[in-house]
T-cell receptor, first 117, second 111 residues
Framework: GESVGLHLPTLSVQEGDNSIINCAYSNSASDYFIWYKQESGKGPQFIID?????DKRQGQRVTVLLNKTVKHLSLQIAATQPGDSAVYFC????????????????FGQGTILTVHP | DTAVSQTPKYLVTQMGNDKSIKCEQNLGHDTMYWYKQDSKKFLKIMFSYNNKELIINETVPNRFSPKSPDKAHLNLHINSLELGDSAVYFC??????????FGPGTRLLVL
């Protein structure tokens, strides 16, 4: 279970529904975005990524949408399954001085997705 | 298996002790990272090495010292452990500036 005092945004859905998880990012200079899934007791697992020259990218059951105008990223999961229950993180990579970030990612706070059978 | 691995998985120790966490990746990546995840699940980068050279060094107490003996290994040594160091520490690796792949984490509890 989650720790007392953990105040991450939560999303509860029924199995088979579509899920949409949202993320607001902070830096308009960010050029690369990643969604990670973290199951209880495990490390973050790569789901899908998108570069800033794209608006949409699709994977297997997942779609990422990027709206640079409002600095918003979303992850859509189709036909959500109980195995999708996890904490989902968005991460952004910003270009640092001299045009390189050395891969430094800034993570969002995470969203807890719970899928009910 | 190709992966990022960390040892130990759990570490319980007394305040003031010195401890090390080890990380190894066999993905052939050039870059490795250490992250700290606090009790609120917030993930923050601490260090990054590219080809054994330190390239990211965030505002971290100097009690934390990373060491990269070769491209496939990045260890984290912590001196004089404090209660606030209790967290989950994740190692990650990537090709230079590309997608990062995380290890399973080391759960550190300082008593």
């Amino acid at each position: 279970g989650e720790s007392v005092g953990l105040h991450l945004p939560t999303l509860s859905v029924q199995e088979g529904d579509n899920s949409i998880i949202n993320c607001a990012y902070s830096n308009s200079a960010s050029d690369y975005f990643i969604w990670y899934k973290q199951e209880s007791g495990k490390g973050p697992q790569f789901i899908i990524d998108i570069r800033s020259n794209m608006d949409k990218r699709q994977g297997q059951r997942v779609t990422v949408l990027l709206n640079k105008t409002v600095k918003h990223l979303s992850l859509q999961i189709a036909a959500t399954q109980p195995g999708d229950s996890a904490v989902y993180f968005c991460a952004e990579r910003s270009q640092g001085a001299g045009g390189t970030s050395y891969g430094k990612l800034t993570f969002g706070q995470g969203t807890i997705l719970t899928v009910h059978p | 298996d190709t992966a990022v691995s960390q040892t130990p998985k759990y570490l319980v120790t007394q305040m003031g002790n010195d401890k090390s966490i080890k990380c190894e990746q066999n993905l052939g990546h050039d870059t490795m990272y250490w992250y700290k995840q606090d009790s609120k699940k917030f993930l923050k980068i601490m260090f990054s090495y590219n080809n054994k050279e330190l390239i990211i060094n965030e505002t971290v107490p100097n009690r934390f010292s990373p060491k990269s003996p070769d491209k496939a290994h990045l260890n984290l040594h912590i001196n004089s452990l404090e209660l606030g160091d209790s967290a989950v520490y994740f190692c990650a690796s990537s090709p230079f500036q590309e997608t990062q792949y995380f290890g399973p984490g080391t759960r550190l509890l300082v008593l």
